[in-house]
């Protein structure tokens, strides 16, 4: 090797291993600030029994502090590698050690002073950075910088940055100004070491060994909160929130709503939806609300309610199913004993957004990463149960962090919300892959919650939701999968390769023989005479198949799965071939369980035998609607399809001349959406004007 990159590689590992020593500064830095946190906030007595929990904070914490250094080091790594283009007449060393010394000083007190404003934060909200912090911007900005400055010791902290800045500086001056001599002495030793360095630096970047790189939800590691809240760091919180804010702002301008489905006023799209005339002095908006009949049955027997949204729930997948290529699993036994809707559509197609649309009736999604996620709404599916004394209960493997999932839906008047964090700590043997708790621990959990209200002579309403059938599909090793041969026709259909295919049919069969499992211990239990239990899919999975123009149906589709005990069913013989969608599944709940209880008016009771099968519609994402006629894909040019055949498995393009029928498909699906979009709007309307006064 020539002298020449000899000393290349010598300047190279001279600002390496000044490199490192910086990083620790930044690491003792923002440890700091988390001791800080525990000293100000935490209680010793409670940390004290979590011993374990404390050891994986810090683990995480040091991950996601890595993950924001190795960012600001960036500048600094392209610097050194650029190291190996400067002819060698440049004095590189000194070049290097100055842009180190001033550089850092620069990025670690930017770095300071968002920790410093971020503890404030957190004395405030108790948590780090998040979408309240454009508050400052959203609200009278000259009132808060005001109360900023009358609140908190401004003088004193700018006293302290002072004096930070100068000791950052001496300390990074005394750094970069020293030599080192340590390098490899062999040329292919040398040249490893950048290789390694390299590997290194990225995965710090990264933080993380698995599918995805070290995220948000990644901070939730125990049932303690306050734990979780001292994991992440305040800059990675204030770059998430940055990121939220960005991407998911939430048009609440009426005005927009009415022009986009062509209203000239909230009535007229609300009486179109509702098929009748407003009186004159009535709030449209209100019309949205409807109460089910008095019941004294029901009021003197309310049942237990469960709602479950699986995870990638196909409904086309059910098609295929048969003894040797067996997708249901023990769910094949239940069905038996419940209700199967099929010519039935997910509300929307990623799971956040059908949560959210179940959840609180909004076509505006996702509400909890945007600045409206601490709100309490009144379309929350919670609000019936929990204004007539029901346990209300939200239960999911998930990690709570995730999409800012816990804060949100500890808004939507559940008196218990439990994540990952919880089932591991609670339900014996429960193991976890990359999303979450496997579902047979959550759905354990629920059963414990389930039975824990029984015995307290209390009814209770449970939203779970699943995470296992999510790619890269794991499923725990003691679970010994029924037959999975796929037939030779599936094999032929196939997108993707066929060990793809059967990791994903064995989640699928999994996610369902758990269902299939906690239905039949309910219903061979006491608990099985008053317990109604839903459950639907969040979306279809289109990851192995593709999905010709005809297959809208299958495409959108998940199925509706339905047990209600035989006196609660009422002798009712419900048309199972009804197109519906998830906008009917609370409105059919609430009639079923509750006895004189408002609720959003946003979708049918899918047991009406007042609503014949033509008024019946689904519809998905706001924006695609089908029922016996066909179906029509909204647009600033509508698409109109008719059904070819009988058993309405395929479409092809009609117009309006031929199936007129499709017009009032179009005109509801309009009705529809611009009605749930008012009432989310008005929602936040009402909101903040209680949060100004």
Request: charged residues 20%.
């Amino acid at each position: 090797m020539n002298k020449t990159l000899n000393n290349k590689f010598d300047s190279f590992y001279n600002s390496l291993i000044n490199l490192f020593k910086i990083y620790l500064v930044g690491v003792l830095m923002f440890m700091a600030f988390r001791v800080i946190l525990v000293i100000s906030f935490g209680d010793f007595a409670e940390l004290a029994s979590i011993k374990v929990d404390r050891l994986k904070a810090v683990w995480f914490g040091f991950r996601f502090d890595t993950m924001i250094l190795c960012y600001a080091m960036m500048p600094a790594v392209f610097i050194m590698l650029a190291g190996f283009l400067i002819p060698t007449k440049f004095s590189y060393s000194r070049f290097s050690g100055n842009f180190f010394k001033w550089y850092f000083t620069v990025a670690y007190f930017v770095l300071f002073i968002l920790q410093v404003i971020d503890y404030f934060f957190f004395k405030f909200f108790q948590s780090h950075f998040n979408l309240l912090v454009f508050g400052i911007i959203d609200d009278d900005t000259k009132a808060v910088m005001e109360s900023v400055w009358t609140d908190y010791p401004i003088i004193w902290i700018s006293l302290m940055l002072i004096a930070f800045l100068f000791l950052l500086y001496w300390t990074l001056k005394r750094i970069t100004k020293k030599e080192h001599s340590f390098s490899p002495g062999h040329f292919w030793a040398k040249a490893l070491g950048l290789i390694l360095f390299l590997g290194i630096y990225f995965l710090g970047a990264r933080s993380s060994l698995g599918t995805f790189p070290l995220e948000k939800d990644d901070a939730t590691i125990t049932s303690n909160n306050f734990i979780n809240s001292i994991v992440m760091n305040g800059v990675f919180a204030l770059t998430d929130a940055i990121s939220e804010h960005n991407r998911f702002a939430i048009d609440t301008n009426m005005g927009r709503t009415r022009d986009t489905y062509n209203f000239p006023s909230n009535a007229s799209a609300i009486e179109s939806y509702l098929g009748r005339k407003l009186g004159a002095t009535t709030n449209p908006i209100d019309s949205l609300f409807a109460s089910t009949p008095k019941d004294n049955f029901l009021k003197e027997n309310p049942p237990n309610v469960i709602f479950i949204l699986m995870e990638s729930m196909s409904n086309y997948y059910l098609d295929f199913h048969s003894e040797s290529f067996n997708l249901l699993g023990n769910l094949e036994k239940s069905l038996a004993h419940c209700l199967l809707y099929r010519n039935f559509l997910s509300g929307h197609n990623g799971t956040i957004h059908t949560l959210e649309c179940i959840l609180i009736n909004t076509p505006l999604t996702p509400m909890s990463q945007s600045q409206y996620f601490n709100e309490s709404f009144s379309t929350s599916c919670a609000l019936p149960f929990y204004e007539q004394g029901y346990h209300t209960a939200f239960i999911t493997g998930a990690k709570l962090g995730w999409r800012n999932l816990g804060l949100f839906v500890g808004n939507q008047y559940f008196k218990q919300v439990e994540g990952n964090s919880v089932i591991l700590n609670k339900v014996k043997g429960a193991i976890e892959c990359e999303w979450g708790v496997y579902d047979e621990f959550m759905f354990d959990r629920m059963y414990d919650c389930l039975a824990e209200s029984a015995n307290k002579d209390k009814p209770v309403f449970i939203f779970g939701m699943s995470t296992t059938n999510h790619t890269p599909f794991e499923h725990p090793d003691t679970y010994k999968p029924h037959s999975l041969v796929i037939p030779k026709n599936v094999i032929g259909m196939l997108r993707t390769n066929k060990d793809i295919a059967a990791k994903n049919f064995t989640n699928y069969q999994y996610a369902n023989d758990c269902l299939g499992n906690f239905i039949e211990k309910i219903r061979n239990s006491p608990l099985g005479e008053n317990t109604i239990i839903a459950a639907s899919g969040d979306h279809n999975t289109l990851q192995l198949f593709d999905y010709a123009d005809g297959q809208l149906l299958q495409k959108r589709s998940v199925p509706l799965v339905l047990y209600v005990p035989e006196k609660y069913l009422k002798n009712k013989k419900p048309d199972i071939k009804v197109f519906a969608s998830q906008k009917d599944i609370f409105p059919t709940i609430f009639n079923l369980a509750l006895s004189d209880a408002k609720y959003p008016n946003l979708g049918y009771n899918l047991f009406d035998e007042n609503i014949s099968r033509e008024d019946f519609f689904a519809v998905n994402a706001y924006n695609t609607a089908m029922n016996d006629y066909g179906a029509v894909l909204l647009g600033d040019t509508p698409l109109f399809y008719k059904w070819t055949t009988s058993d309405k498995k395929t479409l092809v393009a009609t117009t309006l001349a031929e199936t007129p029928q499709l017009r009032n498909l179009l005109e509801k699906t309009k009705a529809y959406s611009a009605s749930a979009t008012l009432l989310i709007q008005k929602d936040i309307e009402k909101q903040q004007k209680s949060d100004k006064k």
